[in-house]
């Protein structure tokens, strides 16, 4: 049986107890008549009809919500061509040692538990960070054997990592970790590379949405909500390794919340445009579809997701920017061209190593001596 249909026998019991509560108890004691008993099952019938009927509708309105997810096909001008923000004035893009000028400092429990996650990236995952440190170590000679070092110092490569509620915990302790060994191993072949994330300040929208409303709440506002785009490593950090320091902020309790995907990308993309490169690399880290409660409430339940495809295809499209992803739990393949998902956040350093890998030997293959002659 289906659950539509318990809910509905459920109701109705409901409903043929209330009646039975309010029928007179000298009408319970004399029995009912024919009449009366009639009456009754025309009462219960309507009830049935009108909550069947209540059913229907809301079933109707999530096929037709379903309906206005887009497919992949779905031309670019027909994506969210009007996406706006309400306001910027409330957004913020940091480095990851302002946090405490933005979030606040943290209170004693969540101090310790960000020691308690710190404690953990910096022993506990040993092992683990052994085994991705050899597979990068694997990949770099290979690549050196394979790639011009001068394609290697003209590419740029931009690490885009979800930092929305759901990475809470495992996932964002391991994207963390997965992001510091990816790094080091790309700046030692000679790229520069920016480590980034994107949240929100704040939940339920924030002082974008306080101005929406003071303004009387005008229809389909567009995004409604405080971004926080943070900057964990520049493309001008050249140093080899950081020890992991630069992502601890990444640990933080208090900083997972909302993800907006689309205006993420454009902005990691804005960064990786400004840098000197002959190739530009943008991978993302995600765990989902773009969320956000305040956005979703004012426009409708698909209105980040078409923002973000929109922006896949315009970036797919344009070809100055190799875009590719990796999903955590999470099929990504339904926007990106290039992309892989990982079943466990466990998976994510092998496969972040070896998707960079397949990336990075597109790049201008080494010249052989008889190649070297000739150029001579």
Not at 27 to 56: H, M, Q, T, Y
Not at 289 to 296: E, F, I, Q, W
Not at 323 to 329: K, L, P, W
Request: charged share 25%; glycine share 8%; with cysteine.
């Amino acid at each position: 049986m289906r659950r539509d249909d318990l809910l509905t026998a459920g109701v109705v019991l409901l409903g043929c107890l209330a009646l039975a509560i309010l029928i007179p108890g000298d009408v319970i004691a004399k029995g009912l008549n024919s009449l009366g008993l009639v009456a009754v099952w025309i009462v219960v019938g309507l009830f049935f009809v009108i909550f069947r009927g209540l059913l229907w509708g809301l079933r109707a309105a999530r096929g037709r919500r379903a309906a206005n997810t887009p497919e992949v096909t779905t031309p670019v001008e027909a994506l969210t061509p009007d996406y706006r923000a309400y306001t910027r004035d409330f957004d913020v893009i940091a480095d990851a040692s302002m946090l405490d000028d933005i979030l606040g400092k943290l209170q004693p429990k969540e101090a310790a538990s960000l020691e308690e996650a710190w404690e953990t990236y910096s022993h506990a995952l040993v092992g683990w960070r052994a085994k991705v440190e050899v597979a990068a170590l694997d990949a770099a000679v290979r690549i050196k054997g394979a790639i011009d070092p001068s394609a290697l110092a003209s590419s740029t490569v931009s690490i885009l990592v979800d930092q929305s509620g759901s990475m809470r915990g495992q996932g964002m302790l391991l994207a963390a970790a997965a992001t510091d060994v990816a790094s080091d191993f790309l700046v030692r072949l000679g790229l520069s590379v920016d480590v980034l994330g994107f949240t929100t300040v704040t939940w339920h929208g924030g002082k974008s949405r306080k101005r929406w409303l003071q303004n009387g709440s005008p229809p389909k506002p567009g995004r409604v909500a405080d971004l926080l785009h943070v900057i964990y490593r520049s493309a001008e950090d050249q140093r080899h390794a950081t020890g992991g320091w630069s992502f601890r902020s990444m640990l933080r309790p208090d900083l997972p919340k909302e993800n907006i995907d689309g205006e993420a990308l454009e902005w990691a993309a804005s960064r990786l445009r400004e840098r000197k490169a002959t190739r530009r690399f943008l991978i993302v880290i995600s765990d989902g579809v773009p969320c956000d409660d305040a956005t979703l409430k004012a426009n409708d339940a698909s209105y980040l997701y078409r923002h973000l495809s929109r922006v896949i295809q315009e970036l797919q499209a344009a070809k100055d920017i190799e875009v590719a992803a990796i999903g955590i739990g999470f099929y990504v393949n339904e926007n990106y061209e290039n992309a892989l998902a990982v079943s466990t956040p466990e998976e994510l350093g092998g496969a972040l190593v070896g998707l960079l890998e397949r990336l990075i030997c597109r790049l201008e293959p080494r010249a052989t001596t008889d190649q070297k002659e000739v150029l001579l």
